[in-house]
Nanobody
Framework: QAQLVESGGGLVQPGESLRLSCAGT?????VGWFRQGPGKERDFVAA????????SYANSVRGRCTISRDHGENMVYLQMNSLEPEDTAVYYC??????????????????????WGQGTQITVSS
């Protein structure tokens, strides 16, 4: 059973970068990042298959973010560049177990993810 812990959030200025980390990503898991801004719903940001060969990004972050994973360390990372005030939110790491034919089909709806971390805050402000 995956127990996820996020880290790496903080206060940055527009245009700066951050790398979020998610510890505890287990065997056979698809891992995703979601975010929830003030007064907003929780939105999909990015996801990666267990093999790491398949990734998916929300249109709002595509080209600015890169998701990756390190099996040896059971870690998943989200590198975020050119941050904008609109990126201000609590960022959550989430996972579900996918095997066989589903292993490379990434789900983007939060309801598909069984395991969740507590979140890490990113604030982008000048």
């Amino acid at each position: 059973q995956a127990q996820l812990v996020e880290s790496g959030g903080g206060l940055v200025q527009p245009g700066e970068s951050l790398r979020l980390s998610c510890a505890g990503t287990g065997r056979g898991t698809v891992v995703g990042w979601f975010r929830q801004g003030p007064g907003k719903e929780r939105d999909f940001v990015a996801a990666i298959s267990y093999s790491g060969s398949t990734t998916s990004y929300a249109n709002s972050v595509r080209g600015r973010c890169t998701i990756s994973r390190d099996h040896g360390e059971n870690m998943v990372y989200l590198q975020m560049n050119s941050l904008e005030p609109e990126d201000t939110a609590v960022y959550y790491c989430a996972a579900y177990i996918a095997i066989g034919r589903q292993a490379e089909t990434l789900r983007t709806a939060a309801g598909n993810y069984r395991y969740w971390g507590q979140g890490t805050q990113i604030t982008v402000s000048s």
